[in-house]
C-alpha cells in the first residue's frame, strides 16, 4: 500500500519498494539484461557501461531463511544468508550474472557458494584490498580493468572510457539527488520521513539509473510542494550502522515516537554522499571512490593525527558532522548480528558518538522480524530517556 497522500514519486516509490524485483523483471523481458550484485562495493558504474541494469539483491525480514540454511553455515551474516535464500527461492530469477566484491568475510566466503548455488552463466568476485596505500589503489585498479574487459566479453560489447565517464555521469547525478532528498529532513518536523526516504533509496538501487534519477526528481517535486510536513515535531534520532535495506526497523522507530531525519548506513549516506570524480581516468576514479570515498569499517585507514581522539574523529567525523547538521537528538547504532566489521568498531563509534554529547542506543538484531517486540520495548525506553 501507498502512503496516504503520496503522489507520483511517493506512490511509485512505494510500488518498487513493495514489489521489489518487479522492474528488473519487467525490464528483461523487453530483452535487457540484468546484473545483479551485493554491497555498496561492487562498482555499478562499469555494470551500467557494459549495457547491463545493475541490480542490487536485497533480503526479506519477513521471509524465514530456510533453503540458505541447508547450504550456508548459519553463523553468516543474516543479511547475506536473506539476500541468498531470496535468491534459491527464485525471487530474482531474473538475473543474467552476480557480482560480488571482497567486502566482509560473510560475503566474500559466500561467494562460491552462491555462484555455484545460483548456476548463473556470469560470476564475478572483485578483489579489493583492505588500505588504501596508492599501490593498494594501483592493484584495485588492475582488478577492475580485469572485471571490466571480462564483462565485456560477456556482454559482447567494448566498455570504452566514454562509456565509463557517461555512466559515472549519471550516477553521481542520482546521488546528488539523493542529497537534495535529505536536505528535508533538516527542518523540524521534517517535510519527508525517514520511511519514505527509506523507500525511496531502496526502491532506486533496484530500477536503471537513469529511471532512478527519474523517481528522485518526481519525489523531491512532491515533497516541495507539502502543505505541511506529514510527521509531528518528535525527537530526531541518527541511525548509525551497516546495511538497512527495509523499512522495518525505521518505521518502528517513528511508530515509536521519534523522527529518523539522517543516518550513517548503506542503502544512505555511506553510498550517496560522495561523487566519483570526473576526469581524464575514469576507472581510476571508480578505483579511489570505492577504496577512499566509500567509508566502511572493511577497510582499514591509517593512524590520523597524534591521539587516540583525533584519529576517532579521522574514522567517524561523518557522524559528527550529520548529528550538527541535522541537528539529532540521538543516535541509535544498529548492527546485524555477526557482522564483524562493525561489531569490531563498536566500542570505538560508540566512544566517539558519547564524545559528542549525544545519548546513543546500541542494538545488536537478527534482520527478522521476529524481533520488531523485543526491539521496540529498547527503542521507547531510549525516546523516554531523550524526553526528560
Not at 64 to 92: H, N, Q, W
Not at 130 to 149: N, R, V, Y
Not at 327 to 351: H, N, S, T, W
Request: one cysteine or more; hydrophobic letters at 40%.
Amino acid at each position: 500500500m501507498a502512503e496516504k497522500g503520496a503522489g507520483k514519486g511517493l506512490a511509485t516509490a512505494d510500488r518498487y519498494y513493495q514489489d521489489y524485483g518487479g522492474r528488473a523483471r519487467e525490464l528483461k523481458k523487453q530483452g535487457q539484461r540484468i546484473m545483479g550484485y551485493l554491497c555498496a562495493l561492487a562498482p555499478v558504474e562499469i555494470i551500467s557501461a557494459a549495457g547491463f541494469v545493475p541490480f542490487r539483491i536485497k533480503g526479506n525480514v519477513n521471509e524465514p531463511i530456510t533453503k540458505a540454511d541447508s547450504e550456508m553455515e548459519t553463523i553468516v551474516c543474516p543479511l547475506v544468508r536473506s539476500c541468498f535464500d531470496m535468491s534459491l527461492k527464485g525471487k530474482y530469477e531474473f538475473l543474467d550474472g552476480i557480482v560480488i566484491p571482497h567486502a566482509c568475510d560473510s560475503i566474500t566466503r559466500s561467494y562460491s557458494i552462491i555462484s555455484y548455488s545460483l548456476g548463473l552463466p556470469y560470476s564475478h568476485f572483485i578483489n579489493i584490498p583492505h588500505t588504501t596505500k596508492d599501490i593498494s589503489k594501483e592493484f584495485f585498479k588492475a582488478e577492475l580493468g580485469t572485471f571490466k574487459e571480462g564483462l565485456a566479453r560477456f556482454a559482447g560489447k567494448e566498455i570504452s572510457d566514454e562509456s565509463l565517464a557517461q555512466a559515472i555521469q549519471l550516477n553521481n547525478e542520482v546521488k546528488a539527488k539523493v542529497r537534495e532528498l535529505y536536505q528535508f529532513r533538516k527542518s523540524d518536523p521534517p517535510l519527508i520521513s525517514g520511511t519514505e526516504v527509506t523507500k525511496v533509496v531502496v526502491a532506486a538501487m533496484g530500477i536503471p539509473a537513469v529511471e532512478a534519477s527519474q523517481l528522485l526528481d518526481d519525489v523531491i517535486d512532491e515533497v516541495k510542494k507539502r502543505a505541511s510536513p506529514p510527521v509531528k515535531k518528535l525527537p530526531r534520532i541518527m541511525v548509525v550502522g551497516a546495511e538497512v535495506d527495509d523499512i522495518a526497523f525505521i518505521k518502528l522507530i517513528e511508530d515509536s515516537g521519534a523522527n529518523v531525519v539522517v543516518d550513517s548506513m548503506c542503502v544512505g549516506t555511506r553510498d550517496y554522499f560522495f561523487d566519483v570524480d570526473t576526469g581524464q581516468d575514469p576507472l581510476g576514479s571508480i578505483a579511489d571512490y570505492y577504496l577512499r570515498k566509500l567509508n566502511c569499517p572493511r577497510t582499514y585507514r591509517e593512524w590520523a593525527g597524534e591521539t587516540y581522539e583525533e584519529d576517532l574523529e579521522a574514522r567517524f567525523g561523518d557522524i559528527g558532522s550529520f548529528a550538527k547538521n541535522f541537528k539529532v537528538d540521538g543516535v541509535i547504532l544498529y548492527i546485524l548480528k555477526y557482522c564483524d566489521p562493525f561489531g569490531f568498531e563498536v566500542p570505538a563509534r560508540m566512544q566517539y558518538i558519547q564524545s559528542l554529547d549525544t545519548p546513543v542506543l546500541y542494538i545488536e538484531d537478527e534482520y527478522s522480524m521476529s524481533t520488531i517486540a523485543r526491539l521496540r520495548t529498547r527503542v521507547q525506553a531510549f525516546l523516554e530517556i531523550l524526553a526528560r
